[in-house]
């Protein structure tokens, strides 16, 4: 590049920039309060939306002079809808509420807003240092984070670009234009960053082969066809801060010689595609996408791709046929897309967090990067928690925490006094992993020597209820029904273990049925044609591995230890607990299975009962009478139901 | 020309052949049900033409391979065997075993793998598990059997190598997986009258001339399309 050209890049960004600090200054010095709501998904679905219109009416109300901020999501998901409310007259620090409702919302407008009162009873914490109420970074959720990809995530609004802007966004790209390819490369090899979609292949590398493949048309694509239980890291960044994956593209595109890239997002994420597409709209008027960016030689078309609804499609061949306007099957590789992908043509696929990992890299310098995480995998990791988790959400940490330290110190652990269990990584791919392994460290190599996966960061954490044979049924379940049906283990090898793992779960098992298991899933390790099959019967194994106890008491005892799986429980009331004429199970009961006894307790009619477990929901905890047993035949008997009366 | 080793035994081939045509060329049977010469990219899908290859840490299949000088190749370990075997087991397994009924009877694939690598037909230990619509009618001429196919992709193949457009494409996912003619009517002159390679092709027979073909349907009436919900 040449010391004229710089110039111009410098001097057309440099006006973009001096356009977002005004913007932001004006918004920073208007005296008035402002309220930042989380709108991504996850607030949306707890009533985000009701949140803001209930802000909106009650400022009219009350006549507030607010601005209303639309931000994405901090990843506190246990705490949504989130609702930041900075306040300058009075004299409180910008303060995070949880939970705001249309009524907290109504409320807190009144009453903080217009009377200053910021009710301390509904105050999570505040958002900076100060005197008067203590910061959210005291706590483990908060200050155990290391934000790289996510560190704007919930604090910018995604729909507008100079928000981004003001907060350095797009800086990574004018430096980017400044420098020659073999010097981004060069820099991405040094940070380290490894591919955060599952596999780990170092991304200087693959962009490296894809650039050496010549002066041919490339392409890049931002694989975001998330598609694992549980899973939404990718969904949030995009809906968070979809411009730090749109520069990291940019920067890419550049780095590898390409003109055109394809962001491939789930159909069912329309908020996400709405998002990124008017994102991408957004950096096409400012200059920094399409014809000549910020001034220079370089070119660069971004396309939004929807995918329709197969998780197939997240493995790379299968994504690139997908496209092309095929069914979404995988095929052989090599060759990889990198010397043969899209339309024959050399395409380098990365996910969603390996993109938005480059801007700060470059920003940053590698030496940074290779600061944070471990030797091998340096960097961050977002996970999804989910399940029995007192504070679940995403979470962006240092490679290298250990589970326990995840789990317990930054998730809070496991709620209600229950006992954890087991934890699966990696989603249908991944393994179960006990608490034996709680202290492993937290990177690629170290999951996989486990037995799990890293996987793209989707973790779901059990407690002593959750049956493992029935968790190994759902993800079979799951893959069963997303093999694209191309080969034969992953389509009838999967089919098998799924048929298994379900008579176990009804309780007609066999003598021989985990062996069974074990050779079969091994067999299909080995001979599947793509990743999904080959890693399909990752829960099996490890959770045979790891609980093979609970497999054994299905098949010989006929029972299930975690008392979970239907076929194999009974309920029963305990009469030393049970109320008399206390009517709340029997009224709940949608089978009428519930009875009362001679003495006016209540008993259950086995033949009746579902198993639903509704009785358990509504006894009073002060008496907590209903009991559940395995196998079913050791409940007590109790007494005759009464002959039911015969409709007419 | 490349010279390697297959089973012991010396073999040249032309640079950028691939193993298995190779071996098949050289009469060394290896299982296979997917490759044709010509697929491009190759399926892949049937998982049978495995084989070990020095120097691999587990058996690769021979139809993605292309020769090489000084490969030293076995296409007869017990690993090899493990992985074909239990892949045929999967197949019959899902298989309506009905051979003196079936066009293909002495002339399946499958009854040939079943022969060389001794597996019976009926395999035990695994349960049986057959799709619930036994023939798809739907095509005016042609008659599909589901629980035959062993959705090898041949036939999608041949079909749009020689008509230039698809008459079957594989339909639904995961075990329901099939192969289906939708669409079939909407082709512009479908040629599936006098054609007849899909069902050449078909190494099971799965792909059959209608019955009542005498009694043709010209008007394209045909049933429903089962796959079509």
């Known amino acids: 590049m040449n010391p004229a050209s710089n110039e111009k890049i410098d001097q057309i960004f440099d006006a973009i920039y001096k356009e977002a600090e005004k913007r932001r200054n004006e918004f920073r010095e208007d005296p008035g309060p402002k309220i930042h709501i989380g709108l991504a998904t996850c607030g949306i679905a707890s009533g985000a939306l009701e949140t803001k219109k209930a802000f909106e009416e009650a400022l009219d109300e009350y006549n507030i002079e607010a601005r209303i901020h639309t931000v994405g999501c901090l990843g506190h998901c246990y705490a949504e809808p989130v609702v930041v409310i900075d306040h300058p007259d009075s004299g409180f620090p910008p303060i995070f509420y949880h939970e705001v409702n249309a009524g907290k919302a109504k409320m807190l407008a009144k009453l903080f807003l217009k009377e200053g009162d910021p009710r301390f009873e509904h105050v999570y914490g505040a958002m900076e240092e100060n005197d008067l109420i203590p910061s959210v970074m005291e706590f483990a959720r908060f200050n155990r984070e290391k934000r790289v990809v996510m560190e704007k995530c919930g604090h910018i609004d995604p729909e507008d670009i100079y928000d981004y802007i003001a907060q350095g966004g797009y800086s ?8 020659n390819s073999d010097e981004i ?7 380290g960053l490894r591919g955060r979609g599952g596999a780990g292949f170092p991304t200087g590398r693959k962009w490296e082969l894809a650039k050496s493949a010549g002066e041919q048309e490339k392409i890049v694509i931002c694989n975001a066809d998330e598609g694992d239980p549980g899973a939404y890291m990718d969904r949030t960044i995009l809906e968070s801060n979809p411009h730090q994956v749109i520069e990291g593209m940019a920067i890419c595109a550049y780095a590898v010689g390409a003109k055109k890239a394809i962001i491939y997002v789930r159909a069912e994420y329309p908020l996400a595609v709405d998002i990124v597409t008017k994102a ?3 950096a096409i008027e400012l200059g920094l996408l399409g014809k000549s960016v910020l001034g220079s030689s370089f070119d660069l078309e971004i396309d939004v791709f929807r995918g329709s609804g197969a998780f197939v499609c997240g493995e790379e061949t299968a994504l690139i046929r997908s496209i092309e306007g095929y069914r979404g099957m995988p095929r052989h590789r090599p060759p990889y897309p990198v010397q043969k992908g899209l339309w024959n043509k050399p395409t380098v696929i990365n996910n969603v967090k390996t993109l938005a990992s480059v801007p700060p890299i470059l920003d940053h310098g590698a030496d940074w990067y290779r600061e944070i995480g471990t030797e091998n995998t340096p960097g961050t990791a977002i996970f999804s ?6 504070h679940a959400g995403l979470v962006e940490i240092p490679m290298g925490v250990s589970l326990r330290t995840l789990i317990f110190d930054i998730c809070g652990g496991i709620p209600n006094n229950k006992k954890f269990k087991a934890v699966q990584i990696g989603g249908p791919s991944g393994g179960c992993l006990n608490e034996e392994f709680l202290d492993t460290p937290i990177d690629f190599d170290s999951l996989t020597e486990a037995g799990a996966m890293m996987g793209s960061g989707g973790m779901v954490v059990m407690d002593e209820d959750t049956c ?3 968790v190994s049924r759902y993800f079979l379940d799951f893959t069963q029904n997303e093999s694209c049906g191309k080969c034969t283990f992953c389509r ?18 066999e003598d021989g049925d985990i062996e069974l298991l074990e050779t079969l899933s091994k067999d299909i390790k080995a001979g599947s044609l793509c990743g999904l099959g080959k890693t399909a019967p990752n829960p099996v194994l490890t959770s045979i591995k790891y609980f093979r106890d609970e497999y054994e008491a299905h098949i010989y005892e006929k029972r299930c230890p975690a008392l979970m799986c239907r076929p194999m429980i009974a309920f029963y009331f305990d009469l030393d607990l049970c109320a008399r004429g206390c009517d709340a199970c029997a009224t709940c009961c949608p089978v009428e299975a519930v009875f009362t006894t001679s003495n006016r307790k209540k008993g259950v009619d086995q033949e009746l009962c579902v198993k639903c477990g509704e009785c358990i929901v509504v006894c009073p905890p002060e008496y907590d009478a209903v009991r559940k047993v395995s196998p079913p035949h050791l409940v007590p008997y109790i007494e005759k139901p009464p002959e039911k009366k015969k409709e007419d | 020309m490349p010279k390697f080793l297959v089973d012991n035994k010396e073999i040249k081939a032309k640079q950028g052949t691939t193993l298995l045509k190779v071996c098949l060329d050289n009469q060394i049977y290896i299982p296979n049900l997917c490759y044709l010469e010509g697929i491009d990219p190759p399926s892949v899908s049937c998982r049978m033409c495995f084989v070990e290859i020095e120097g691999e840490r587990q058996p690769v299949t021979s139809c993605t391979v292309f020769v090489k000088d000084d490969m030293v190749v076995k296409t007869d370990t017990p690993a090899v065997r493990q992985l074909q075997r239990t892949a045929l087991r999967l197949l019959l397994s899902v298989h309506h075993v009905d051979c003196k009924n079936c066009q293909a009877n002495k002339k399946c694939e499958l009854q040939r793998m079943a022969k060389f690598l001794k597996v019976g037909l009926k395999p035990k230990g695994l349960g049986i598990y057959l799709r ?4 798809d009618r739907s095509h005016p001429f042609l008659d599909y059997y589901p629980n035959r196919c062993v959705l090898c992709g041949k036939c999608v193949h041949v079909c749009r190598e020689k008509n230039g457009q698809s008459a079957l ?7 329901d997986t099939v192969i289906s003619f939708y669409g079939v009517r909407d082709l512009p002159t479908p040629e599936c009258e006098n054609c007849n390679v899909c069902i050449d092709i078909c190494p099971v027979g799965a792909l059959a001339l209608k019955e009542t073909q005498k009694e043709a349907v010209p008007n394209l009436q045909g049933e429903e399309d089962p796959n079509i919900a």
């Open chain 1, 468 to 470: 493992m044979v029935e």
């Open chain 1, 185 to 191: 490369i060069k820099e991405v090899q040094n940070s």
């Open chain 1, 492 to 509: 009838i090898g999967t089919y098998h273990l799924l048929k298994i793992l379900e008579r176990l779960t009804r309780g007609e098992g």
């Open chain 2, 132 to 135: 619930e619509v036994e023939i």
């Open chain 1, 280 to 282: 991408i709209r957004q």
């Open chain 1, 385 to 390: 928690v989910v399940g029995n988790v007192v």
């Open chain 1, 172 to 179: 990574s790209l004018v430096k980017t234009l400044k420098l």
């Open chain 2, 169 to 175: 494409t594989f339909s639904k996912r995961g075990f």
